[in-house]
């Protein structure tokens, strides 16, 4: 997502499913028409392969230089039983020719590989919209299964829509014949049979889907030919059959995306990178402690594939020990990293504020999941940041950083590495599921571009007592940060010992005085208040007269994408409004409450029930008015910006 | 299994990597500027004197040693020792250390717990760093009560145990820390008592040459609060027929010596159950007396020696190595893997990792 770049005032979905279906057909031949953008979503049962559908359809856009934006939405159950609807997986992807915020609000095409996926999908999709059904599905049994007395296909209920019924699994097993695989083997590849067409219909590049296919079963040839004979076959199904008359071009984004080479990348990954280029930026290595927890463990994952940049993984017993070596690893001079949820965090708050006390620099990851307790594993929430921001015993302040969009979580893991290694303090980067399995492109930066994050360790002693004898006091701060030296185990003369007891100041010894805990309690907090943050900007363009506008929107976190994207459409109706969003929580930049002060209303959009209005409420006496939403979803735009012509117009 | 190694092998695997002392070193370099605050009488000021006396004789560089340690009396021994220490929350020294020791493997890192510290509010982590291997020596002070939080039972006490919070008596039946230990998988588990330097200090020499994790049960006398709950070890009548000392190599004999200067009573194996039982060596012989074999691969007899003692009474209590065996080490294996990645790999870089294989140019 490039939000640096202007972009066309957007319509709502629906209208594209107009624009889609405007008919125009002259000539010989299929049409071609032109689309600015297309939302698509792939659902089918766990089992049927519609993330990998997805993934690769989105891989092929990408390659194809189109801006991108998904949203993956799947149960938390493995395997859930088939056919019902609580075990169906979706995949959604918004691509255009433009520089795009979400992953769109609604559908323009829906693929519904059983009866199940098209109950539970259909409400979501707009009239008009086009409906690609697997009719092999749509026998008595799995239609009884989610209730459908009657066939949706044959009893007119779909009649609003651009219904394309398919035999998706006859015809792949069809296309199969040759290659002697059972029918259960077969059929498996229908997902592979959908994406061709659909790859067909939007005129999407197939080289990387074979060359993918072929690679991931390097091991089965059989298997891996089977696919890419279904997958083509599919395509071929598209250009030959005459239920589809129409296929259609969405151009390369070229205009949106500053000079530079992209790739597409997810939250997860965007984030793993991070924490390895802040480990090579800081020269320090990497050690994650953690213990698997959805949606974090793809972190865990993907780094422990890293080890050739000297990155060490390990897999604790449980949260707090994951905690607990990273924590170890930190006073031993290293970059610690532990990852989580919400649960995880809760166990790990006691260790959190040992690091606040111990003052040394971890990173604790917390990819935000629908709560409280298990809650929705794979949904997402932003509902951890009073957990985040006060979730501890004592006062023991930890600086929040939150990354906007998936392809931000790379920056955003940099600068909570600079904040934790300058400051020598636990840092929190609250990420989010929607962030986190989400993708989009990513201008892939300049290894040069990249902030220096090179630490100091103590060498010598850093004090002098009243009788010239030079000592290593490890609670001396530095003047400018306060922050304390960071002496690692191995430097000689430094031996000192640190814990959770309250320290003298200075010394580190323990100490019950009244008065020095008092400073140090107020020392921990100044040392937090003070972390340098940038002022927010405040993006509001002035009207013809120079007239600003009167009503601020304030987000932060994931919900950047959707509110933009509100917002252009908001200005796109004529209307005026002011945009800020929020990747430094705690401490808050210094001139927000001087922004604040200038709007009469700001609204503020969590998908949590306003915590981050709260804390603004408390600090600046702001009439903060929260919208929120906990579905485990993103916000749609389209809601967003009837939201915020309400308030505007309140 | 792995095989078994002599000790002097693994002396050189265990602190091969730790920086050696420029200069000799005495029991006083490692005694810190900070007032000991135990109470007045207690076991655990005994078990400092025989560390920092016996820490010398391993010539490491002190600032190459670090010690860390959880919460409760035990726990503030880092503060003592002039080395780096952490003190850090209850329960979790094990999981500290092992991310301090598996990254820094020029560091010899100590843990200092205690019963309820580590088989309480701990005890996951001590068995996982015990399977896991890890190179940690964790000194283990067992006073069977909580100290610190002024005399509640712990996951040791003896059943029946009246304390503060059991007026009519604690329900729960007590751990055996060795017979948890080798049922964790440790590869080095012994027992000694804070009162017996000599012996402390020999297994402590043993747990310091163990490549691995080390889990050294160190009976530790509460004189607030448990006063004398190992008298029967210490007292030197009773102690003769309470105590079976194991020597790697020597027929575990104990109690009044018999005319062969061992003593008259012996352990050995019951045909009928396969289990151990104690016997009267003049009434029954010597002949199937074991011979203490802590480098068995198998910990089966040392589990059986470790249920000899009776938790009440303590009678037939084994001290002295119970296991030691050659396995490997965890953070070996982790930084070996790092190597092997490099060879395999080559060493990362970060230009190329960032790019991956799908990419598009957009060109202005």
Redesign the interface.
Known sequence: MTSQVSSPAEQTDAALVAEQRASGNGGEGKEVRRLDRVIIRFAGDSGDGMQLTGDRFTSETASFGNDLSTLPNFPAEIRAPAGTLPGVSSFQLHFADHDILTPGDAPNVLVAMNPAALKANLADVPRGAEIIVNTDEFTKRPMAKVGYATSPLEDGSLAAYNVHPVPLTTLTIEALKDFGLSRKEAERSKNMFALGLLSWMYHRPTEGTEKFLRAKFAKKPDIAEANVTAFRAGWNFGETTEDFAVSYEVAPATKAFPTGTYRNISGNLALSYGLIAASKQADLPLYLGSYPITPASDILHELSKHKNFGVRTFQAEDEIAGIGAALGAAFGGALAVTTTSGPGVALKSETIGLAVSLELPLLVVDIQRGGPSTGLPTKTEQADLLQAMFGRNGEAPVPIVAPKTPADCFDAALDAARIALTYRTPVFLLSDGYLANGSEPWRIPDIDELPDLRVQFASGPNHQLADGTEVFWPYKRDEQTLARPWAVPGTPGLEHRIGGIEKQDGTGNISYDPANHDFMVRTRQAKIDGIEVPDIEVDDPADEDGQGAGTLVLGWGSTYGPITAAVRRVRGAGERIAQVHLRHLNPLPRNLGEVLARYDKVIVPEMNLGQLATLLRAKYLVDARSHTQVSGMPFKAEQLAEVFKEAIND | MTETISESSSQIEALSLV?KADAKQSMKDFK?D?EVRWCPGCGDYAVLAAVQGFMPELGL??????F?SG?GCSSRF??Y?????????HG?AP??????????R??SVWVVTGDGDALSIGG??LI?ALRRNVNLKILLFNNRIYGLTKGQYSPTSEVGKITKSTPMGSLDAPFNPVSLALGAEASFVARTVDSDRKHLTSVLREAAAHPGTALVEIYQNCNIFNDGAFEVLKDKEKAEEAVIRLEHGQPIRFGAPAPDGLGSKGVVRDPATGDLKVIDVEEEGTGGVLVHDAHSPSPTTAFALSRLADPDTLHHTPIGVLRSVDRPVYDTL?SD??D???E?????D??T????N???????
Do not use: C
């Open positions: 920086p810190s900070q560089a002190k600032e190459n040693i670090v860390v919460i880092p503060y020792m002039n080395t780096y220490g952490m003190h850090s929350i979790r999981a500290i250390a092992t991310g301090l020791a598996s990254s820094r020029d560091l996951n982590h996982h982790m893997q790092l092997e990645a490099i395999q790999k080559g060493k990362g970060l230009a990792l960032l790019t991956g799908d990419t598009w140019t957009v060109v202005g």
